[in-house]
């Protein structure tokens, strides 16, 4: 009787046990969960933590609710201007609504990867009509990404229940056959320029050398007619000294005066004259003083 009575005991913490592991379970906090009733969803978005169910009853999905990354294969867009480009670009994108990303993909992350692809495929192919090459080259990959993202964003948030965070362009090449009409263009719009910095080079360099020749002129007027000034000054100065000198002592200024003439007049070899000997060349040649006879 002990026996049956522990048996049934054993029995019962075994159904127990049995029940408490299959009622209770955790969700992670990088995970939301739903909870299924025969399949169908009975409780949707289950924060992190330690929750209850019905074993057999219910059954618990989980997702992955951290920032997923889809690597899309590289693809061939045409301009507005009907030029091809190779597109290589990846998707950031995250669960935020996991009731309707179960009903929409059944919980599988490949087949929410293939529904997502095509629609950013025919939204960068959109985007990239409307542009020509060379907004495409010179523009932000940013900001040329910034409106697919938010327009692709609105339709998955309704349609698989998760959300577009980013859409990179991680390169654009161009096909051999517009790489080179790329490359002549890109070089004559640089000629161009170049030419426009030349011109305007020179244009400054005139002004400059104008301004220079202009400014050089008129200082050398300036220094020409202060020298004209000091000139003049200097040789009223000059006549001054000597007409004072003169009426302080004529004699002694006719004296002076003669004597730089005969020093003047013998020097170097013409020392020749014709001169008559009683000329008044020779008063003080004859007469230290200069005597009248």
């Known amino acids: ?12 913490l075994a159904v127990v046990a049995w029940f408490a592991s299959n009622s209770l379970y955790t969700v992670d906090e990088t995970q939301r969960a739903i909870k299924l009733k025969f399949g169908e969803v009975v409780e949707d978005n289950i924060q992190p933590g330690l929750h209850f169910k019905l074993p057999v009853y219910n059954t ?33 994108w995250k669960i935020i609504d996991p009731k309707r990303y179960y009903e929409s993909t059944s919980g599988d992350e490949q087949m929410a990867e293939r529904l997502i692809a095509p629609r950013v495929d025919e939204s960068l192919r959109n985007e990239f009509g409307k542009l020509e090459l060379i907004q495409i ?11 697919p993202t938010e327009e692709l964003d609105e339709v998955m948030r309704k349609e698989l229940g998760v959300s577009i965070l980013d859409i990179r362009v991680k390169r654009i090449d161009l096909p051999d056959e517009v790489s080179q009409a790329v490359y002549e263009r890109m070089k004559t719009e640089r ?59 004529t004699e002694f200024f006719r004296f002076y005066r003669s004597l730089q003439a005969y020093r003047d007049s013998f020097k170097g070899d013409g020392n020749m004259m014709v001169i008559q000997p009683d000329s008044e060349f020779f008063r003080f040649f004859k007469d230290p003083l200069g005597s009248r006879k």
């Not at 507005?80 to 950031?92: G, H, L, Q, T």
């Open 1 to 12: 009787m002990i026996n049956n009575r522990s048996l049934m005991a054993v029995a019962g």
């Open 60 to 92: 618990i999905r989980t997702f992955d609710t951290r920032v997923l990354t889809l690597d899309a294969q590289a693809s061939r867009y045409l301009t507005r201007e009907k030029k091809a480009v190779i597109v290589d670009s990846f998707v950031k």
């Open 137 to 147: 080259i010179s523009e932000q990959r940013d900001a040329l990404m910034k409106k």
């Open 191 to 249: 000629q161009r320029e170049a030419r426009e910095y030349r011109a305007q080079g020179q244009e400054q360099a005139e002004k400059i050398q104008a301004n220079a020749d202009r400014r050089r002129t008129v200082l050398i007027a300036q220094a020409e007619e202060q020298a004209q000034t000091l000139r003049g000054e200097g040789d009223a100065s000059a006549a001054a000294i000597y007409a004072g000198a003169y009426g302080a002592d």
